[in-house]
């Protein structure tokens, strides 16, 4: 079977109006050269919509919308938290039982681990995985895209 040797590079943007308060809408967008994803937070079960949220189920939707016969993706977001919790503290807070540093369940657990197994099945299944840091807004075509794709489906 033909399989893609480059990595495959996708971009993830989050987006909230009224980020936080019980009156926000959240909304995300993943831009690739095959993927254009541009849609809102589920209104129930995503309550209640936040920035992180966001970004979390942007990074999330593009590792289910990979195209087939890839062995390796790049996921580029310009969420340095995203970075750090799938890089770094998601390991030590599994080995701490699901807390963070100050003993408590951190922001969007269920999400994060939902995230952090399909990372773990992709990897399984013999995929290179990585979750790379872009500065926003700093002329990066694809974080651009992306970002615009957000910014679409919170005025939609």
């Not at 893609?4 to 109006?17: F, K, N, Q, R, S």
């Not at 966001?54 to 939707?61: D, G, K, P």
């Not at 289910?64 to 938290?81: F, G």
């Not at 657990?109 to 995985?129: F, K």
Request: hydrophobic share 40%.
């Amino acid at each position: 079977m033909f399989r893609l040797a480059e990595p495959y590079i996708v971009w993830t943007d989050g987006a909230c109006h009224n980020n936080g308060r019980h009156d926000a809408e959240g909304a995300y967008g993943v831009y690739s050269e095959s993927v254009l994803i541009s849609k809102r937070l589920c209104d129930v079960c995503m309550r209640p919509h936040t920035n992180n949220k966001a970004e979390l189920v942007a990074i999330q939707a593009a590792l289910h919308s990979l195209p087939p016969r890839i062995t390796a993706v790049i996921v580029r977001t310009d969420s340095e938290l995203c970075v750090n919790i799938i890089n770094r503290w998601h390991f030590d807070w599994v080995k701490k039982g699901g807390v963070n540093a100050q003993g408590k369940v951190p922001a969007n657990w269920t999400l994060i681990c939902d995230l952090m197994e399909r990372i773990h099945q992709l990897r399984n299944d013999g995929m290179s995985v990585e979750v790379e840091h872009v500065r926003g807004h700093a002329d990066d075509f694809g974080n651009q895209q992306a970002h615009m794709l957000a910014q679409r489906a919170l005025k939609a």
